[in-house]
């Protein structure tokens, strides 16, 4: 049962490299979002809308959606934490046109089954599929760091995990930095690998575009440590994670020979070869095959 359970999920899960946030009252980033380019943009009603714009930015979401929609990207929500903005919140995102609802300072599984149980009322209540609607789940608290498994496994709508630098350091008492936040980022890699769901972000910080060469060797470095793709905030974030969330030529390329010199290799009866003077096993040639699934 769990094993088709977990079948199901990696099917379903989703290649996105890049996540644009759009913060959902501005109808200036609300235009120019469909025409930047990303894998999926994220219409915020949390952190990016203050809260005397709640109810407008809510009441504007149907026109939003329906304007962002014109792209190719998927549709994502981020609702609000308070229990009483979070409803109606969910109550009107979950439409025909968002693919996913992050649900930020996620604190337990029991809080992602609670929101589960109201999108699934909500997918009944205007005729969409059951499980229409994936979750993203954000980390952002002590409590949720002390159950990164569990919150990943709450529910088969989660499809992804992401760690907040800023949410988590002001919870604890410290401050954000990549040497800070190196350890939970890497615990919140493995939780969501367990899980069977994507391990979201970088390891730098999301609020520095301008300088690009910086931040596109920090996402290099961040990829080498197990992402697939991030959440950003700027247009200009959004190429260098396409590129940099994807496999290079030459990664490709060196995919390519490993995978036929491994099929051949295995009709020979071996289970070891050499390509360019590394031994190739099992888990290498895996591993580029993984590379091979990732080309768009
Ligand atoms: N979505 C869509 N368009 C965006 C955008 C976004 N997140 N951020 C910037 N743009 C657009 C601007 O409107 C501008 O468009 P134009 O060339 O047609 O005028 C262009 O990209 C360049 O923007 P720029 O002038 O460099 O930046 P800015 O001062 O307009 O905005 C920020 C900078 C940081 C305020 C803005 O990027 C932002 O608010 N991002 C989202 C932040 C957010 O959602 N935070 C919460 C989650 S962490
Ligand atoms: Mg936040």
């Not at 120019?32 to 809260?51: F, H, M, N, Q, R």
């Not at 599984?109 to 929101?115: A, C, G, N, T």
């Not at 909500?122 to 608290?141: D, M, N, P, Q, Y």
Request: aromatic share 4%; glycine share 6%; hydrophobic share 40%.
């Amino acid at each position: 049962m769990e094993a088709l359970y977990q079948a199901r999920r990696k099917r379903l899960l989703p290649t996105w490299r890049s996540i644009l946030y759009v913060p959902a009252n501005s109808p200036k980033f609300i235009a120019k979002a469909p025409t930047v380019g990303a894998d999926a943009l994220t219409i915020d009603l949390e952190d990016a809308v203050p809260p005397q714009e709640k109810d407008r930015a809510r009441e504007m979401l149907g026109e939003t959606l329906a304007h962002v929609a014109t792209g190719s990207a998927d549709i994502i929500v981020r609702i609000n934490r308070p229990l009483s903005l979070a409803v109606r919140d969910v109550e009107a995102a979950v439409s025909v046109h968002v693919k996913g609802l992050t649900i930020p300072k996620v604190d337990g599984p029991s809080h992602v089954r609670l929101l589960d149980e109201l999108v699934s009322e909500c997918e009944h209540r205007k005729g969409l599929t059951l499980g229409h609607t994936s979750f993203l789940v954000a980390i952002e608290t002590p409590e949720a760091v002390e159950c990164m498994r569990e919150i990943a496994s709450a529910s088969p709508r989660v499809v992804a995990m992401m760690l907040s630098s800023e949410d988590l350091s002001l919870e604890c008492g410290f401050e954000p930095s990549e040497e800070t936040l190196l350890q939970p980022k890497q615990q919140m890699i493995f939780a969501a690998c367990a899980a069977g769901v994507r391990p979201l972000g970088f390891l730098g910080s999301i609020a520095q575009f301008k300088d690009i060469e910086v931040f596109r060797e920090m996402v290099r470095r961040s990829r080498r440590f197990g992402f697939t793709g991030s959440s950003c905030i700027h247009p200009l974030q959004v190429a260098v994670l396409n590129e940099e969330f994807a496999p290079s030529k030459e990664e490709i390329a060196l995919a390519e020979r490993i995978v036929s010199e491994g099929d051949k290799a295995i009709a020979e009866g071996r289970g070891t070869f050499q390509v360019d003077g590394s031994m190739i096993d099992g888990p290498v040639i895996e591993r580029a095959r993984r590379t091979l699934a990732r080309r768009r």
